[in-house]
């Protein structure tokens, strides 16, 4: 078993020790999500089990529900995340408008990369389209929008719609810019909907005509994907939990990113840690580290 685990570097009792206890610590985390459409309650009872602190970051996948009114429901809802002692990052969905100075917004910085935040409200920010995030060693592009399936639904009935929902041009345009001086490598991609040969068709509601649906966006991501050389991508959008490839549909789960420059790299030095069972075992890291808290399957 210990010569399979020297397998590449071997790491030395303290260097186990220190990252194991690092995985297990619950500061400067960084979790992710998909839709809440304003139903936090999950989201809070989640970080009070996982015992969440102010540099931990939640990552939401889009249509968070904190701008769909722009009245005193969003900032009902605010106030309820105000309380969590934890930065929640957001992308932006469909359903819900794009934070901009006329909402009470400003323009600032989090983890190298410019976001949007309204000063009543420093522990909610939302991600700016193209731009990346350094998040544990991780580079991370932002891609929010997507187009409602439910629009002409939503308009007869008065309900609100807004027509910037998906990337315009300019944002495409600053993407493929910003991949580009990249020589189209990153870490990790972070948006609302996915490239279109990954759509989770299985659970497309039966009622909507698919070919009314304008799948532009899915379209230009999926040309994106075919040249973008990438660890791994997370979205969220179609209310379902799925993996392939690459690729992570996400709902009610959750999952972590990794503190690795990449995640193949982390689940790497994870396999010949754990192949070093004898040295873990030894020592008693598991007694020694913070208590893992119950009740969420994190993956």
Known sequence: MLEEAQEGPYYSEE???AHLLEILAPRNQVYITGDTHGQFERVIEFCARREVEPE?????LGDAGLNYYNDRRDRKKKDQLAQVPITFFCLHGN??????????YEVAEYHGGKVWMQPAYPNILFAIDGEVYDFNGNSCIVIGGAYSVDKYYRLA???SWFPDEQPSEEIKA?????????SWKIDIVLSHTGPLKYEPTEVFLPMIDQSTVDKSTEVWLEQIEAKLDYERWYFAHYHTEKEVDKIRIMHNDYTMIPREASVAAEKDMLRRMHRQAEIVEALGLLD?????KNGDDIS
């Open 288 to 292: 020694d580290a913070p208590n893992q």
């Open 174 to 182: 600053k993407v493929e810019r910003v991949l580009a001086e990249r």
């Open 157 to 159: 009935r008065g309900w």
């Open 56 to 60: 931990n970051t939640f990552v939401i």
């Open 95 to 104: 359903h819900e408008m794009r934070p901009s100075e006329e909402l009470g």
């Open 15 to 17: 260097e186990v020790r």
